[in-house]
């Protein structure tokens, strides 16, 4: 049997926005009863058909990785950062400054093997627009309780900032409800259509965002087989930490 190849989604938000909660639900299908605190980081793996349906169907895994989002661990963040194929930006919807602090976070990951951290990066939309640049989607979380309070359209307003500045898509969900990633419903069409996008970028296109240099790209004519090698790339193993 063949080997699956895989791809890996960063997953970036403030402490307390819900991204455990997410991946659990997108790798699980089913919500996370007790989520906790990530400190460092945790992964969660879905299995994805890309492209299912049309003859270029084909399987692969989407690692994604929850970041913790603590500014205490901003200086040690970056060494699950590399490399990265595709970014989940995901902000409370209740919580103004989550959805603020996005551009903080591109700026980070972006600024992942600069020498200084804290340096604030001008996040340039050119750099995720074309065939060769890297994916990105924003999710807004805690749906719900933005319904109650009836700041819906102004949520929207706010997070699109964010997502057009990247031609990205968005989405809102209601992680505590597998409905909101029901098959057929505009937020998996979207959800599917970046995981697609990512294995696109990764394996089918010459030029790579945020390359893992140990796994060049060959130069050749590409077909509708993804790369491969012998060697199966070193990814770095995360350690999970969770604290109830």
């Known amino acids: 049997m063949a080997a699956i190849e895989k791809v890996k989604v960063v997953v970036l938000g403030d402490s307390g926005v819900g991204k455990t909660s997410l991946t659990y639900l997108i ?10 605190w990530t400190v460092g980081c945790s992964v969660e793996v879905k299995l994805h058909r890309y492209k299912e349906g049309t003859q270029a ?6 690692e994604l990785w929850d970041v913790g989002g603590s500014n205490n661990h901003r200086n040690t963040r970056n060494v699950f950062y590399q ?17 603020g602090n996005l551009q903080k976070w591109l700026s980070e990951i972006l600024n992942q093997d600069g020498t200084n951290p804290n340096q604030h990066v001008d996040v340039d939309p050119e750099q ?3 065939s060769t640049k890297i994916p990105i989607l924003v999710i807004g979380t805690k749906y719900d309780l933005a319904e109650e309070k009836q700041r819906k359209n102004q949520y929207r307003r706010l997070a699109s900032s964010i997502a057009e500045q990247c031609g990205a898509d968005e989405i809102f969900v209601n992680c505590f409800q597998a409905r909101s990633l029901a098959p057929g419903n505009s937020n998996t069409v979207k959800l599917t259509r970046f995981f697609d996008k990512v294995i696109e970028r990764r394996y089918y296109s010459r030029v790579s ?4 240099k140990r796994r060049p790209i060959p130069s050749y004519v590409l077909d509708s087989t993804p790369i491969s090698t012998n060697k199966r790339p070193q990814y770095l193993s995360p350690r999970f930490y969770h604290m109830d």
């Open 27 to 36: 790798a699980h299908n089913k919500p996370l009863v007790s989520p906790g």
């Open 57 to 62: 169907q084909n399987t692969f895994f989407v």
């Open 83 to 99: 490399p990265t194929h595709g970014i989940i930006l995901v902000h409370d919807l209740t919580n103004r400054k989550s959805q």
């Open 209 to 212: 965002p945020f390359p893992d």
């Open 128 to 130: 995720f627009l074309g």
